[in-house]
């Protein structure tokens, strides 16, 4: 069964034909910039535009930058406000005409990591991306505790995301230097309260882990995510393969 999988992010909207048994693209990716405003139905052509630059798939795998409870997202902090309560599983379904599955980004990033990973997975582990905001995705002994959005915790007086995401780094016109303290009090801060096992940090940032994360000390061991910034278009195949986790809409008229 071929299956597609399509990342939603801040700045741009990804996907690619998915080999859910290892983990890897079956071909390259599409991306198209995310739109703005980034209200439903500009979202929803921009997923429907990448869709199309594929064929021969069966099912689809969408994430979303918030959290996502049967298919509807609750929140919007990275997107427009019109996604809130939004029935996304069926306007996507809707639209591709193919059933789809929509969950949590950084759920979906770790869900892939965690497959694939080669990680040890006792314990708690997290996992972290670090782009337009903050995203967080929890495993207890490799099962997923969805929709944590542990990047929202409170962070010297702010949202964590407004002072350690990426997008806080460029804003903010931070050396790395600067940006690690900024990510290492955030991590000390979520060590304190979670004690995990391991972390995983993603993003696109991750592609640059080299200047930044040899400058952060924290008790718990870090390692960066092998899939990199593929990750969530991977976690999201590999759980629309899985409908009994991703609850889905099925098109009309099937």
């Given at each position: 069964m071929a299956i597609l999988g399509i990342d939603i992010g801040g700045s741009g909207v990804k996907g690619a034909p998915?080999?859910?048994?290892?983990g890897e693209l079956l071909g390259e990716r599409f991306r198209v910039p995310t739109p703005q405003p980034s209200d439903v139905t500009g979202v929803v052509e921009a997923v429907t535009q990448v869709a199309a630059h594929f064929d021969g798939y069966d099912r689809v795998g969408v994430t979303f930058p918030g959290v996502v409870v049967?298919?509807?997202t609750r929140t919007a902090a990275n997107v427009d406000k019109s996604w809130i309560d939004a029935p996304a599983a069926r306007l996507f379904t809707e639209r591709l005409g193919k059933p789809v599955s929509v969950l949590n980004d950084a759920d979906a990033a770790g869900v892939a990591e965690i497959?694939?990973?080669g990680?040890?997975?006792r314990g708690l582990t997290m996992m972290l991306t670090f782009g337009t905001g903050i995203g967080s995705a929890l495993f207890l002994d490799g099962t997923l505790i969805p929709n944590t959005e542990f990047g929202?915790?409170?962070?010297?007086g702010k949202d964590a995301e407004l002072r350690a995401s990426d997008r806080a780094r460029e804003q903010d016109d931070l050396s790395w230097e600067k940006?690690?303290?900024r990510v290492q009090d955030y991590l000390r801060h979520v060590e304190m309260l979670l004690s995990p096992r391991l972390f995983i940090v993603g993003g696109g940032v991750s592609k640059k882990?080299?200047?930044?994360?040899?400058?952060?000390?924290?008790?718990?061991?870090i390692v960066t995510a092998k899939l990199l910034n593929n990750a969530g278009i991977v976690g999201a195949a590999v759980i629309a393969g899985q409908p009994s986790i991703a609850p889905e809409t099925t098109p009309r008229g099937a």
């Open positions: 998915v080999d859910t048994e290892r049967d298919g509807v497959a694939f990973g990680h040890d997975q929202h915790l409170e962070l010297d940006w690690a303290g882990a080299e200047k930044w994360l040899p400058l952060i000390e924290v008790r718990t061991p």
